[in-house]
């Protein structure tokens, strides 16, 4: 389990958080985004070393990136001077890596943060890779794409579910239990707002021009990637749901290693990638 999850890792913090901080107009971030590699290649680094004095400082290396991420957050709020619900979804994707920033410096220096052990801080990394930044980003966008109440919803859900969960670290089962109950509904509503787009010829949050008067609507990889992207989020949620019913009553249900298989890594490439991937795609033609 410990390879498959660093390389998923390595995809978060070499791809995932780059490609993605192109997608959040800011000027402020136009830093952020051409330094990353220094602070990222060190923390993909400090993932394949034994835990060690060096692993913990190429570690804190990467926390020290996402710590400097995290403080745009509050610098973007009193710029916008907005709390709608599209603007809280970003600047959650902002915050969180701060949080798998902080967890990977504790696992590679073999310390217990906060009584969590260190598999569940080894998990802690990609989690709010995914599950925080990515997720977060990709309702954000999809918001915008959508002035309905759905879209407000998966924008709200998602960054509120991100936090239950993190709580329930702290409180119990039960309580994380209803934090992937929220997450699972956000990020089900951003599958739904998607394919809708897909259908419609909408632009996933970069423009309301439809793809039919588009040379887009000619681009089938952009659909595809799109489309897979809502479909495997039926699958992934539905074994988070899974496993946190079976953590919280005890019935049967995914172990760690086959999550970390299915819910991880679906959720990294199926949806995490193909996302980004597509909406770089759908920026790089936008009007």
Known sequence: MSVLVSLIVMLGMLVIVPAGLRLID???????????????VPGAVALWLPRSATATVLAAVYALGTLVLAAQAPRRLARTRSLAP?????????VTPSVAGVALVAERSGQELFGFSLPILALTVPHFHF?????????????????????????????LGTLLVLA?????????LLGALVLTA?????????????????????????????????????????AVSAAVLVVTMLLALSWALGEATGLPHPTLTWMAATHG??????????????????????P
């Open 186 to 226: 956000g990020m089900w509503a951003v599958a739904l707002l998607t394919w809708r787009d897909i259908r419609t010829g909408g632009r996933g949050g970069l423009t309301r021009n439809p793809l039919t008067r588009d040379p887009l609507t000619r681009d089938r990889l952009t659909r595809g990637l799109l």
């Open 26 to 40: 800011a000027a402020g971030l136009a830093a952020i985004r051409r330094t990353w590699p220094l602070f990222a």
């Open 86 to 94: 599209a603007e809280i979804a970003v600047l959650t994707a902002l």
């Open 168 to 176: 329930g670290y702290f409180l119990d089962d039960w309580a994380e």
């Open 131 to 159: 599950a925080g930044f990515a997720a977060a980003l990709v309702a954000g966008l999809v918001c915008r794409a959508s002035a309905g109440p759905t879209g407000r919803f998966a924008a709200l859900s998602v960054p």
């Open 265 to 286: 890594l679906g959720n990294a490439l199926g949806f995490a990638l193909c996302s980004v991937l597509a909406r770089q795609r759908l920026k790089e033609t936008a």
